[in-house]
T-cell receptor, first 116, second 114 residues
Framework: KAGVTQTPRYLIKTRGQQVTLSCSPI?????VSWYQQTPGQGLQFLFE???????NKGNFPGRFSGRQFSNSRSEMNVSTLELGDSALYLC???????????????FGAGSRLTVL | GDSVTQMEGPVTLSEEAFLTINCTYT??????LFWYVQYPGEGLQLLLK?????DKGSNKGFEATYRKETTSFHLEKGSVQVSDSAVYFC?????????????FGKGTHLIIQP
């Protein structure tokens, strides 16, 4: 079956612009979470969604936002881009069938954002 | 808040050597613990997990035991192969509710030479 699909795979923006990234989870997976990966800070949790509701949010400014649609697809948006937002943005999905905090995440290949 | 500390490397070993990648954590209670791996050019994937103290997770010859006394979850493999070259991440659930958020360590870059 198809894996987690993230689009676009690569994009270049300039400071001050905004960007929207898309994530389609594995069919049947209802939980989606987002992460930012940078060489300096590593992998950091952004937020997670289940049934169109944000369940938890990491320590990021309000410029980072997300949403989930009724078909479980998710988008994240970053407004007023800064140079430091250059990163690989990873999306993951899970069935959310197990105990909270014990679910296995399946990750997409990521969207690599470069801010100039 | 909850956190994970792991050796960052790079760690360079010869093929068939014994591998240990240390991971220690700080958390309230006894959270599930995970090792994820990122192979070159591929996405992050689960390697193994343990959901309670004294559990041992294993997969592909890798093992890790959940030690609550030392708050550790060290990754081991008896004989590494070139194909094990990758970045390894130790992780635990992100605090603050929710179900799928994870807090990751900084990652250990493992290089296996033939």
């Amino acid at each position: 079956k198809a894996g987690v699909t993230q689009t676009p795979r690569y994009l270049i923006k300039t400071r001050g612009q905004q960007v929207t990234l898309s994530c389609s989870p594995i069919s049947g997976h209802r939980s989606v979470s987002w992460y930012q990966q940078t060489p300096g800070q590593g992998l950091q949790f952004l937020f997670e969604y289940f049934s169109e509701t944000q369940r938890n949010k990491g320590n990021f400014p309000g410029r980072f936002s997300g949403r989930q649609f009724s078909n479980s697809r998710s988008e994240m948006n970053v407004s007023t881009l800064e140079l430091g937002d250059s990163a690989l943005y990873l999306c993951a999905s899970s069935l959310l069938a197990g105990r909270s905090g014990a679910n296995v995440l399946t990750f997409g290949a990521g969207s690599r954002l470069t801010v100039l | 808040g909850d956190s994970v500390t792991q050796m960052e490397g790079p760690v360079t070993l010869s093929e068939e050597a014994f591998l240990t990648i240390n991971c220690t954590y700080t958390a309230t209670g006894y959270p599930s613990l995970f090792w994820y791996v990122q192979y070159p050019g591929e996405g992050l994937q689960l390697l193994l997990k343990a959901t309670k103290a004294d559990d041992k997770g294993s997969n592909k010859g890798f093992e890790a035991t959940y030690r609550k006394e030392t708050t550790s979850f060290h990754l081991e493999k008896g004989s590494v192969q070139v194909s094990d070259s990758a970045v390894y991440f130790c992780a635990l659930p992100y605090s603050g509710g929710g179900a799928d958020g994870l807090t990751f360590g900084k990652g250990t870059h493992l290089i296996i030479q033939p």
